[in-house]
């Protein structure tokens, strides 16, 4: 089993910045693909980013397009943390943010193929 806890939402004006936690333990060795979904009131849970890797190496990234330049996904090997950097944010990336592993390290993009889910946090970009 792997347990994900997200941290680092909040509220904040459009044009800033937040960085997003996502915190595992438990067998956190089998986990090489870590994804980073949103999801907004009445919206189906969309894709973020991703971030496959092996022996502790990163292998690698990818982003939805309507985050790619802004969001930034990351990994502290020490910490077993995944981050989620997240510039110059717009209102519409207001969402409940969530963390997500799998232990495939395959570049996994729809919700369905992971099977580890952190219990989310919520961003909030005011205009």
């Known amino acids: 089993q792997v347990q994900l806890v997200e941290s680092g939402g909040g509220l904040v004006q459009a044009g800033g910045s937040l960085r997003l936690s996502c915190a595992a333990s438990?067998?956190?060795?089998?986990?090489?693909?870590m994804g980073w979904f949103r999801q907004a009131p009445g919206n189906d849970r969309e894709f973020v980013a991703l971030?496959?890797?092996?022996?502790?190496?990163?292998?690698?990234?990818d982003y939805a397009d309507s985050v790619k330049g802004r969001f930034t996904i990351s990994r502290d090997n020490a910490l077993n943390t995944v981050y989620l950097q997240m510039n110059n944010l717009r209102p519409e990336d207001t969402a409940v943010y969530y963390c997500?592993?799998?232990?495939?390290?395959?570049?996994?993009?729809?919700?369905?193929?992971?099977?580890?889910w952190g219990q989310g946090t919520q961003v909030t970009v005011s205009s």
């Open positions: 971030l496959t890797w092996s022996s502790m190496i990163t292998y690698y990234t």
């Open positions: 997500a592993a799998d232990e495939s390290g395959r570049r996994y993009y729809q919700a369905a193929e992971y099977d580890y």
């Open positions: 438990g067998r956190t060795f089998r986990a090489h693909t």
